[in-house]
C-alpha cells in the first residue's frame, strides 16, 4: 500500500490524535464509523511510518469496556488494511485500579515492511534497538523501558479531583533523523461559569503549567535533545469571556441562582429587542448558543482569534495552519455527524503541535506544499464527542541534519 520507498519521495509520516472515549460506550455503531474513516486516511496517505495517540481508552466506564478495547485493539493490528504494517508498537495504560499512575492514555505505533531502517528508543538502555515483529504493553507501562509515562502531580489538578491526565513519550530514529512522539491529555473547563468569569480562564493556567511541566521534562539533561511532536487532546479552549462577548456583544445579561446557596445558576442573554430572544444560555455544562453554524462556516476561521492558550508557548511550540472546524464537541448521535453538543463552546482541543526542528522537518523546501497536510478525520460522519486530527508529512534524505546534536546518537547506535 505504501509503496516502495525511494530517496526522492521520502518516508511517509502519519501523525493522528483521537480522543476514543466516546467509541468505548457505544461500540457497536461508532466504533465501526470511526475505523472505517480512519482506515480511508491510512488509504489516502499511505505512510510508512504511522502514530496513533489516543486518549480516553475504555471511555468513562473503563473496568466494563475492556472487553470493548481489547477487541478496537485487535482490529487495528489485524485488519486486511494493516497486513503491510508488519512492525507495531501498542502501549495501553489499563492500569484503572492505580488513581496514581493511571491515565487512559493509548500509544499505537505502526511500520510497513518497505521501511526497513527504523528503530526505537530504550530509555533505560540509553540507546536504539531495531523494532520487530507486533509487540502489546499495558498495565504497568511505568516499568516499559521503550516509554516515558507520567501522570502529572495531584497538585497540579484543578479542585483536587485527581483525574486521568499526563502524558506518554517514545522515540524513534529512521534514516538519519530521530524524533520524540509525546502523546498527551490535559484538563478541560470543569463548567462554563467558571471559565467564562476572567480572561484568561483559570482552567487556562491549570494546562499552561501542565503543558510547560511536559515540554520541561521532555528537554531535561537526560538525554539528548531531539525534535519532538506533541500532540493529544490539550483540550485548549476558546478564551471564553472574549468569544462571549462577542457573540453576544447586542445583548443584555440576566443572571439566575440557585434558590439555596445564591451561587450563580445560570447566564441567560437576550436580545434587546426581537421580543428578547434568547441568543445564549450558559450553566455549568450548557452552552447553549442560537446559530451553531458560526462554528462551522469557513471552518470557524474567525473564531481563532480567541484560540490563544498556545500564544504563551509561541517560542517553544508550533503548529501548520488550522482549516478545520472545532474538533469538540460534536453529537455523539451517530445520525449527526456535524451538529455540536449544547455543552461547551467548540473548541479546537485535539491538535498536533510541533517543537522549532520538528516543523524544520515537516516543512522542508524539497516538500511540495501539497504532500503536507494536517486536517481532521470523518468531517460528514459523527466519529464520537471528538474528530480525530492528523498531520501528513514526508521525511526526505538529509531531514536529520536538522537534528539538534543528532550525530552524537547515531554514532552511539548506528542504523
Same mark, same amino acid.
Given at each position: ?15 493522528? #490524535? ?61 485488519? /486486511? ?18 488513581? $496514581? ?68 513519550? #517514545?522515540?524513534?530514529?529512521?534514516? /538519519?533523523?530521530?524524533?520524540?512522539? &509525546? ?22 493556567? #491549570? ?9 520541561? =521534562?521532555?528537554? /531535561?539533561?537526560?538525554?539528548? =535533545?531531539?525534535?519532538?511532536? &506533541? ?5 485548549? =479552549? ?6 462571549? $462577548? ?10 439566575? @441562582? ?5 451561587e450563580v445558576d445560570k447566564l441567560i ?6 421580543? =428578547?430572544?434568547? &441568543?445564549?444560555? +450558559? $450553566? ?11 462554528? @462551522? ?11 490563544? $492558550? ?42 498536533? +503541535? ?9 516543512l522542508k523546501p524539497e516538500n511540495e ?15 464520537? /464527542? ?24 547515531? @554514532?552511539?547506535?548506528?542504523?
Amino acid at each position: 500500500m505504501a509503496g516502495k520507498l525511494t530517496a526522492a519521495q521520502g518516508t511517509g509520516i502519519l501523525l493522528v #490524535t483521537a480522543n476514543v472515549g466516546s467509541l468505548f460506550e457505544d461500540p457497536e455503531n461508532l466504533q465501526k464509523t470511526w475505523l472505517r474513516e480512519f482506515y480511508q486516511t491510512i488509504q489516502t496517505h499511505k505512510p510508512h511510518f504511522f502514530a496513533l495517540h489516543c486518549q480516553e481508552v475504555g471511555g468513562k466506564n473503563y473496568e466494563a469496556s475492556m472487553s470493548h478495547v481489547d477487541s478496537f485493539v485487535k482490529e487495528l493490528l489485524s485488519s /486486511d488494511v494493516m497486513k503491510e504494517y508488519n512492525r507495531a508498537r501498542v502501549y495501553l495504560d489499563e492500569n484503572y485500579k492505580s488513581q $496514581e499512575h493511571f491515565t487512559a492514555l493509548g500509544s499505537f505505533y505502526f511500520i510497513h515492511e518497505s521501511l526497513k531502517n527504523i528503530q526505537q528508543f530504550d530509555f533505560k538502555a540509553k540507546k536504539f534497538k531495531k523494532v520487530v515483529g507486533k509487540e502489546t504493553y499495558s498495565e504497568t507501562l511505568e516499568s516499559t523501558p521503550s516509554l516515558e509515562k507520567e501522570k502529572f502531580p495531584q497538585d497540579y489538578f484543578p479542585e483536587c479531583k485527581w483525574s486521568r491526565k499526563g502524558f506518554i513519550r #517514545t522515540r524513534w530514529a529512521l534514516a /538519519d533523523c530521530a524524533f520524540d512522539l &509525546v502523546n498527551i491529555h490535559l484538563f478541560h473547563d470543569a463548567s462554563n461559569l467558571i471559565a467564562w468569569e476572567k480572561s484568561p480562564s483559570v482552567y487556562s493556567g #491549570t494546562r499552561q503549567k501542565a503543558l510547560g511541566y511536559v515540554l520541561d =521534562r521532555i528537554t /531535561d539533561q537526560r538525554h539528548e =535533545r531531539l525534535p519532538y511532536f &506533541v500532540f493529544g487532546d490539550f483540550n485548549f =479552549r476558546l478564551d471564553s469571556k472574549q468569544v462571549i $462577548e462577542s457573540l453576544c456583544s447586542s445583548t443584555t445579561l440576566q443572571t439566575v @441562582r440557585a434558590a439555596d446557596t445564591n451561587e450563580v445558576d445560570k447566564l441567560i442573554f437576550r436580545e434587546s429587542d426581537n421580543d =428578547r430572544k434568547v &441568543v445564549l444560555q +450558559l $450553566e455549568k455544562k450548557l452552552f447553549n448558543y442560537v446559530n451553531q453554524d458560526v462554528f @462551522r462556516e469557513n471552518n470557524g476561521s474567525p473564531l481563532l482569534e480567541y484560540d490563544k $492558550e498556545l500564544s504563551v508557548y509561541k517560542d517553544r511550540l508550533h503548529e501548520l495552519e488550522i482549516s478545520f472546524p472545532p474538533s469538540y464537541p460534536y453529537s455523539e448521535d451517530s445520525s449527526q455527524g456535524k451538529q455540536y453538543m449544547n455543552t461547551r463552546c467548540p473548541a479546537w482541543c485535539d491538535r498536533i +503541535l510541533l517543537s522549532a526542528s520538528a516543523r524544520d522537518l515537516v516543512l522542508k523546501p524539497e516538500n511540495e506544499e501539497k504532500s503536507v497536510v494536517y486536517d481532521n478525520i470523518g468531517p460528514n460522519v459523527c466519529m464520537g /464527542d471528538h474528530k480525530p486530527v492528523f498531520l501528513s508529512f514526508r521525511i526526505t534524505a538529509g531531514a536529520g541534519k536538522c537534528c539538534q546534536r543528532g550525530e552524537k546518537i547515531f @554514532r552511539e547506535a548506528p542504523l
